[in-house]
């Protein structure tokens, strides 16, 4: 994970909480003791402040939900892993980029995120057959106004750019059955087939 990692306990993540939680993970103590002080506004121990820090302290009761979920979670891994690879098979050759494994790494599918450059198509498609999608994330940090104040512009990053254009996360979660899985495949499938047709019909013409 490098020196420190960062794990979100979002309600919607995969190991999820039921409100707003996260963890650092690192094997320096001094690392360690700087991450507790800044989470509990600087304070090394009550009353006595070292960092200007901030109230970051998850509520217990999330740290004993957590507890329970973390039991099953590689149970839920497995089934999002499961449901993926039911995407993969059902998705294939549809015109559309697939999410993909790197070697090194075991992907758990926080979601299953597609592209393509017809994003908004594809959405509004899917919605039509009553398929929810979602965008994570429809902009690139280095365009967003926080950040403004680093100089970039568009066009500097290219990849981070198409990328923000193209993304769309088709449901996942632990419990999507092979069911569901081929109702939202047969939507996108649809989609490729009226795309393909289409272009077809525009190249007839454009030859006569």
């Not at 994970?1 to 306990?9: L, R, V």
């Not at 039921?18 to 991450?35: C, K, L, Q, S, Y």
């Not at 989470?39 to 507890?67: C, P, T």
């Not at 995407?87 to 758990?108: E, N, T």
Request: contains cysteine; glycine residues 8%; aromatic residues 10%.
């Amino acid at each position: 994970m490098g020196d420190m990692g960062c794990f979100s306990f979002y309600p919607g993540k995969n190991l999820g909480a039921a409100g707003e939680g996260g963890m650092v993970v690192t094997a320096n103590p001094d690392f360690a003791r700087t991450v507790r002080m800044l989470r509990d506004w600087g304070a090394e121990k009550k009353y006595h402040h070292v960092l200007k820090g901030y109230n970051f302290r998850m509520e217990s009761i999330q740290g004993a939900i957590l507890r329970v979920k973390l039991r099953h979670l590689e149970k839920w891994t497995e089934a999002r892993r499961a449901a993926a690879k039911r995407y993969d098979q059902l998705l294939l050759d549809c015109g559309i980029g697939l999410p993909k494994q790197m070697d090194y790494a075991r992907h758990v599918y926080h979601i299953y995120a597609v592209r393509t450059s017809e994003r908004t198509a594809l959405q509004q498609a899917l919605t039509a057959q009553g398929v929810q999608s979602g965008i994570h994330y429809p902009f690139p940090v280095h365009l967003l106004p926080a950040f403004a104040d680093l100089g970039y512009q568009a066009g500097q990053f290219p990849h981070s750019e198409r990328a923000a254009n193209e993304v769309l996360s088709l449901p996942m979660f632990a419990e999507l059955t092979a069911e569901q899985s081929a109702i939202v495949s047969a939507a996108v499938r649809e989609f490729d087939r009226e795309r393909t047709a289409l272009a077809k019909n525009v190249a007839s013409v454009a030859s006569t």
